[in-house]
């Protein structure tokens, strides 16, 4: 990861929101899965961003948790600053949108976690015929490729591309959608063409990504709120590993999960009790669901395949 987070005491926060308040251009609430997340900063290219990821939530309501995206050389590059109590994140000199979202995200899970037993999961969900599926994976194990190859099935909807929220009720894990468009790399339609339409409509930032709406390529009905998980896909590229599919037991997919930080660099809190309540849920999820190892070191197309059997067959 990138970026570096210290948390910090609420007399810092204070001086900090002092110190920084001149830099506040837009002050935009929005509303992530029933939380009032409350962006404050002065670039613009930042505020229209956070306006398509997200959906708006009433000035009227007070917000949950705060997010500021501010410049200050003196800081060097990409500084995340975090106050616990206040739930109050100062983002320093960071220039990918990427990484913005997905401590919005994360703060909102700070909240979720601590107070209504709700977990995130850096992760893709669809919905398969009625199944719910998520894919988890390392940087460059093809999450993203094969959440949108997936796609290309009529019969294929999607939660989330990137984040979702999952909370335990009884025997089933539903996972929740909050993000109202989706932040997509240009090459996506080099690997699936189907989705050159999509990558021709969008304004790209200058790493090359764009926030759209999917439903120009899949159509309204195919983006859900929800969905009960019965599937784990866990990605891996690994090429000396002969075996392509591996079906996994609980115990082993956990290990596996947090011996990788559950995929997710993003967590602001990485306590021991942080860590105790995210290893309770996993194995909770894990226990429920049908997890599969893929290993994608074959070609996107020769990977699909190989997702597409192991859904099959469940």
């Not at 759209?212 to 899949?218: C, E, N, T």
């Amino acid at each position: 990861m990138a970026y570096s987070v210290k948390i910090i005491t609420m007399e810092q926060k204070e001086e900090l929101i002092e110190r920084y308040a001149g830099q506040v251009l837009y002050e935009i609430k929005s509303e992530i899965y029933g939380c009032c997340i409350k962006l404050l900063t002065g670039s613009l290219s930042v505020k229209n961003a956070w306006e398509e990821s997200f959906y708006f939530a009433s000035q009227n309501i007070r917000s949950h948790g705060r997010l500021y995206v501010l410049q200050d050389s003196a800081f060097g590059d990409n500084r995340v600053l975090y106050d616990t109590h206040s739930k109050s994140c100062f983002l320093f000199n960071i220039d990918y949108y990427g990484w913005i979202k997905s401590l919005a995200l994360s703060l909102a899970g700070d909240i979720l976690e601590d107070d209504h037993g709700i977990y995130s999961v850096h992760g893709a969900c669809l919905d398969m015929r009625g199944r719910g599926v998520c894919i988890l994976g390392g940087s460059g194990a093809g999450k993203t490729t094969h959440t949108y190859g997936l796609l290309r099935q009529p019969k294929a909807r999607v939660v989330s591309d990137d984040w979702f929220f999952a909370r335990i009720f009884g025997e089933d894990i539903l996972a929740y959608g909050s993000e109202k468009n989706f932040y997509i790399r240009a090459d996506l339609a080099d690997i699936w063409k189907e989705f050159s339409g999509l990558v021709d409509k969008a304004v790209l930032d200058e790493k090359g990504r764009a926030v759209v709406d999917l439903r120009w390529a899949i159509g309204k009905g195919r983006i859900l709120p929800l969905t009960t998980l019965e599937n784990v896909i866990l990605l891996k590229r690994d090429p000396g590993q002969v075996e392509i599919v591996r079906v996994l037991d609980a115990a082993t997919a956990l290990e596996i999960l947090e011996k990788n930080g559950y995929y997710n660099p993003h967590l602001l809190v990485k306590s021991d009790f942080k860590m105790k309540l995210r290893s309770r849920f996993f194995r909770a999820l894990l226990e429920r669901a049908m997890v599969v190892e893929v290993n994608t070191k074959g070609t996107p197309e020769e990977s699909q395949r190989a997702i597409g059997e192991t859904l099959k067959n469940q």
